[in-house]
């Protein structure tokens, strides 16, 4: 079993940063895909930005390339989100994605982000 685990959340400021950590008990290198999502009140699940089928290169929702960094340290088995200027439409719930070779996907339980206005 795969247990994922995000933490770093919590409340900010607006125009303030936060960073974000997920990490794995099974080697993210050996995952084809490993990324972020969120999810807001009322909203769709969204995908922020992910690394899929190479560590070396990031793919990101539009809107989100201007303001959030993906990162990952497989030593730690551990990716990051960097997230800054945040704004209130930004508090939501993060969660972690682990994508296997072959197999269902692991989240993580998630890490609430408040952005006070």
């Known amino acids: 079993q795969v247990q994922v685990v995000e933490s770093g959340g919590g409340l900010v400021q607006f125009g303030g940063s936060l960073r974000l950590s997920c990490t794995a008990s099974?080697?993210?290198?050996?995952?084809?895909?490993v990324g972020w999502y969120r999810q807001a009140p009322g909203k769709e699940r969204e995908m922020i930005a992910e690394f899929r089928g190479s560590p070396d290169g990031a793919i990101y929702t539009d809107s989100m390339k201007d303001r959030f960094t993906i990162s990952r340290d497989d030593a730690k088995n551990t990716v990051y989100l960097q997230m800054d200027n945040l704004k209130p439409e930004d508090t939501a719930v993060y969660y972690c994605n682990l994508e296997p070779h072959w197999g269902s996907d692991y989240w993580g339980q998630g890490t609430q982000v408040t952005v006070s206005s």
């Open positions: 099974k080697s993210i290198s050996s995952m084809y895909a």
